[in-house]
């Protein structure tokens, strides 16, 4: 399998089955609105439907650090409703947070915590009496579950370790499930990056003893040359045909050693077969095939289309639709950079921004965080191009702006000059577009420094506006595909 479901930063997967329908939540760390959600009914064509904390009552990740916020959540569906269960690191105290709803598409309900279960990466499970069991990375350490009432967080027992793993770093991300009379429990060891691993063990109660899979780990693909690494972070999920599939995460890295990947950890999907009570991972089962993600957003919609998310802040704090185009205004000295944002969700893309700059000064720009991007500033007379790399910040050339307001972000793979492979996983310009359609390429740049290996942490590119000073006007956003 070397094509994602879900491509682009979208890292983390949760599944559940409703009918014939299915649905599938990600990660979202310091992004607001956070946890996206698609839903398919193939498995492997995937529609957005909206994000589950999708207001400020249900989050706050106004002071988050990159790559903090929302961690892994885990999606089900159960007595007719959906159950969410996730972490925001900065309110760990508070314990892990439950949102419902009765359609994924929301609205859901504000949370209730469930105090006393400090850690990440929790998961919802009921038993064969009804009873709902709350599994968690656990800051004890280790992998700890207990009986819960989920619609008010209240604990209904302590809790108790579990399996801990085979041994690996990071044993993380458990799943239980219930099949045959045995509880299975699936972890994440190895960490998120090279050497992610998917691992399973079995008991006949959650009490244990834990058996491990004599074939673990059921997945990796650490120490070979495959395109797709860092797979791990599995959640399974049976089919309404009584089959099973799992979804997990991973990484397209390029470029020569170490490699660099780019767009942040994506969703993928396998089969699972179930051999002497096992499961047992099939990669070559599903053959998604690379959708589309162009759009052209011009702001004439009622309510932002749920795709455009900002850092710390929640897109509609600064924003306001104005006859057929976006105002974005500046946030006041020390509160957080809003930048409207969307995820990059290919290898090779272009995007432009039509902007009027006359009441302020914007930037078009593509991300890791703030200490990691490349952009295009713009006022009323000049256009900008800088790159900043961690604490280097470095520009690179200004062109009048002769009336031009179409900026332009533009990511293609090199060109191997010679035998041995590029260095650069992808090659990012920035230009600006005449009102002829002539562009004026203002540089072009290697993109490893925009990449998980070089900023570090759990995200990957974004790409969007950010108000710098005053007002800025958006009067269209497109995307196109290069693939």
């Given at each position: 399998?070397?094509t994602?479901?879900?491509?682009?930063?979208?890292?983390?997967?949760t599944?559940?089955?409703?009918?014939?329908?299915?649905?599938?939540?990600?990660?979202?760390?310091?992004?607001?609105?956070?946890?996206?959600?698609?839903?398919?009914?193939?498995?492997?064509?995937?529609?957005?439907?909206?994000?589950?904390?999708?207001?400020?009552?249900?989050?706050?990740?106004?002071?988050?650090?990159?790559?903090?916020?929302?961690?892994?959540?885990?999606?089900?569906?159960?007595?007719?409703?959906?159950?969410?269960?996730?972490?925001?690191?900065?309110?760990?105290h508070?314990?892990?947070?439950?949102?419902?709803?009765d359609?994924?598409?929301?609205?859901?309900?504000?949370?209730?915590?469930v105090?006393?279960?400090?850690?990440?990466?929790?998961?919802?499970?009921?038993?064969?009496?009804g009873?709902?069991?709350?599994?968690?990375?656990?800051?004890?350490?280790?992998?700890?579950?207990?009986?819960?009432?989920?619609?008010?967080?209240?604990?209904?027992?302590?809790?108790r370790?579990?399996?801990?793993?085979?041994?690996?770093?990071?044993?993380?991300?458990?799943?239980?499930?219930?099949?045959?009379?045995?509880?299975?429990?699936?972890?994440?060891?190895?960490?998120?990056?090279?050497g992610?691993?998917?691992?399973?063990?079995?008991?006949?109660?959650?009490?244990?003893?834990?058996?491990?899979?004599?074939?673990?780990?059921?997945?990796?693909?650490?120490?070979?040359?495959?395109?797709?690494?860092?797979?791990?972070?599995?959640?399974?999920?049976?089919?309404?045909?009584?089959s099973?599939?799992?979804?997990?995460?991973?990484?397209?890295?390029?470029?020569r050693?170490?490699?660099?990947h780019?767009?942040g950890?994506?969703?993928?999907?396998?089969?699972?077969?179930?051999?002497?009570?096992?499961?047992?991972?099939?990669?070559?089962?599903?053959?998604?095939?690379?959708p589309?993600?162009?759009?052209?957003?011009?702001?004439?919609?009622?309510?932002?289309?749920?795709?455009?998310?900002?850092?710390?802040?929640?897109?509609?704090?600064?924003?306001?639709?104005?006859?057929?185009?976006?105002?974005?205004?500046?946030?006041?000295?020390?509160?957080?950079?809003?930048?409207?944002?969307?995820?990059?969700?290919?290898?090779?893309?272009?995007?432009?921004?039509?902007?009027?700059?006359?009441?302020?000064?914007?930037?078009?720009?593509v991300?890791?965080?703030?200490?990691h991007?490349?952009?295009?500033?713009?006022?009323?007379?000049?256009v900008?191009?800088?790159?900043?790399?961690?604490?280097?910040?470095?520009?690179?050339?200004?062109?009048?702006?002769?009336?031009?307001?179409?900026?332009?972000?533009?990511?293609?793979?090199?060109?191997?000059?010679?035998?041995?492979?590029v260095?650069?996983?992808d090659?990012?310009?920035?230009?600006?577009?005449?009102?002829?359609?002539?562009?004026?390429?203002?540089?072009?740049?290697?993109?490893?420094?925009?990449?998980?290996?070089?900023?570090?942490?759990f995200?990957?590119?974004?790409?969007?506006?950010?108000?710098?000073?005053?007002?800025?006007?958006v009067?269209?956003?497109?995307?196109?595909?290069?693939?």
């Amino acid at each position: 399998m070397t094509t994602p479901i879900i491509a682009g930063f979208y890292p983390d997967p949760t599944i559940c089955r409703a009918g014939n329908a299915y649905y599938l939540a990600n990660s979202s760390f310091e992004y607001a609105p956070g946890v996206p959600i698609h839903r398919s009914t193939d498995l492997v064509t995937w529609t957005p439907v909206g994000n589950a904390l999708h207001r400020p009552s249900q989050l706050d990740v106004r002071i988050a650090p990159a790559s903090t916020g929302v961690y892994a959540p885990t999606l089900r569906h159960h007595a007719n409703k959906f159950w969410l269960v996730t972490t925001n690191v900065l309110e760990h105290h508070r314990g892990q947070l439950i949102v419902t709803a009765d359609d994924p598409a929301g609205p859901w309900s504000d949370p209730v915590h469930v105090h006393g279960a400090i850690g990440i990466d929790p998961d919802l499970v009921w038993d064969d009496d009804g009873v709902c069991h709350l599994t968690w990375a656990s800051n004890l350490p280790g992998i700890a579950s207990m009986p819960i009432d989920p619609a008010t967080g209240t604990a209904l027992g302590p809790p108790r370790l579990l399996w801990q793993g085979t041994g690996l770093a990071h044993p993380e991300g458990p799943h239980l499930y219930r099949r045959d009379g045995w509880w299975y429990l699936v972890l994440a060891e190895g960490g998120t990056e090279r050497g992610h691993t998917v691992t399973v063990a079995r008991a006949t109660s959650l009490a244990g003893p834990w058996e491990a899979a004599p074939t673990n780990p059921i997945l990796t693909h650490r120490s070979t040359t495959h395109s797709v690494q860092n797979t791990g972070h599995a959640d399974l999920v049976e089919l309404a045909d009584g089959s099973w599939a799992v979804v997990y995460l991973g990484v397209r890295p390029r470029g020569r050693t170490p490699m660099f990947h780019v767009n942040g950890r994506e969703t993928f999907i396998a089969g699972v077969k179930w051999i002497d009570g096992w499961p047992v991972v099939d990669e070559e089962r599903f053959s998604p095939a690379p959708p589309d993600h162009s759009f052209v957003d011009r702001f004439d919609a009622a309510e932002l289309h749920h795709r455009w998310v900002s850092p710390n802040v929640f897109p509609d704090t600064f924003t306001r639709l104005e006859r057929g185009r976006l105002v974005l205004t500046a946030p006041a000295e020390g509160d957080p950079k809003p930048v409207l944002s969307t995820r990059a969700r290919d290898p090779e893309w272009t995007a432009e921004a039509r902007l009027d700059m006359s009441a302020g000064v914007g930037r078009f720009l593509v991300r890791i965080d703030d200490s990691h991007w490349y952009g295009l500033t713009a006022d009323a007379e000049t256009v900008t191009a800088a790159v900043v790399i961690g604490p280097a910040r470095t520009t690179v050339a200004q062109v009048p702006l002769r009336g031009r307001a179409t900026l332009r972000i533009s990511v293609r793979e090199p060109v191997a000059v010679s035998p041995m492979p590029v260095h650069e996983p992808d090659l990012v310009e920035l230009a600006v577009v005449a009102d002829d359609g002539t562009p004026e390429v203002l540089g072009t740049f290697d993109g490893r420094y925009l990449s998980t290996e070089v900023a570090g942490g759990f995200t990957g590119r974004t790409f969007g506006v950010e108000p710098v000073a005053g007002e800025v006007a958006v009067h269209h956003i497109s995307y196109r595909s290069l693939a």
